[in-house]
């Protein structure tokens, strides 16, 4: 049984490089939520939020769930709490941003199409970017367990304090590169991306499990941004292009 890392944990060591996409369109049913709630308090809004994801396309009881339990507004600046249930992205300092509700739902949902969480459940989860904590919260209602990597101390520090009243006991916050992923907790069920860049860096292929599921965001020659998913197989890594998609710039090195 594997140890976990201490809190918080630091990462060294170098980086790697990747691969190239093949192109393959996936869409999610739309399954309509029933209208909750009713007035101004977050509940309320939190509940219309997750109807629209539902109208929108997300089809996953538990992803739905997992939005509909975790208080967005607790994730943002005081001065953009009315803006918290909107499908926008909003700033949380340092140049990074909070990402669309729409957005991590989608990316989560995808997670959950992973070969080898459909019989089992999402077991053990690596997130690149904490940002502000929001979707690791998100995560960890849906997996098992969710190692969450961010090279900006000033966002991990901001993470381990919005995360810290929840309690979440299946969440570890580690400070450190995200592009050499995390090597003690491998191999992931999943791996999951808060940022893109033009190349998927070998390390996550490799410590993705088999059968595992990697979700991420993969900058075009163009410039223009599309989620990109990588199974996993017995027969290699099978890559497919999805939606275009906006995040920040993948970097290297901490901050």
Not at 53 to 78: T, Y
Not at 179 to 192: F, L, R, S
Request: charged share 15%.
């Amino acid at each position: 049984m594997q140890r976990r890392p201490g809190f918080p944990a630091r990462l060294d060591g170098p980086a790697g490089a990747t691969s190239r996409v093949a192109q393959l369109s996936v869409r999610p049913v739309v399954v309509p939520a029933a209208p909750q709630g009713v007035g101004l308090d977050s509940a309320a809004v939190r509940a219309r939020m997750v109807q629209k994801l539902a109208a929108g396309g997300i089809s996953s009881p538990a992803v739905l769930h997992a939005m509909a339990a975790v208080e967005r507004h607790r994730f943002v600046d005081s001065a953009l709490v009315n803006q918290a249930y909107e499908d926008t992205s909003l700033p949380i300092g340092l140049a990074q941003t909070i990402s669309k509700p729409s957005v991590v739902a989608r990316m989560c949902e995808l997670l959950l199409g992973a070969e080898g969480s459909r019989a089992a459940g999402l077991g053990r989860v690596l997130e690149i970017g904490t940002g502000c904590g929001y979707q690791a919260a998100v995560l960890s209602h849906i997996a098992r367990e969710v190692y969450s990597v961010e090279r900006l101390r000033g966002l991990h520090e901001k993470a381990r304090d919005n995360l810290r009243h929840l309690r979440l006991a299946n969440v570890h916050l580690l400070f450190g590169d995200g592009m050499q992923g995390y090597a003690k907790g491998a191999p992931y069920a999943a791996i999951i991306a808060a940022a893109g860049g033009e190349a998927v860096p070998q390390a996550w292929c490799d410590q993705l499990a088999p059968g595992g599921r990697l979700v991420a965001p993969m900058a075009l020659a163009g410039g223009q941004q599309v989620l990109l998913v990588i199974d996993k197989t017995a027969h290699g890594l099978k890559q497919s292009v999805l939606e275009p998609v906006h995040f920040v710039p993948l970097k290297s090195g901490i901050a």
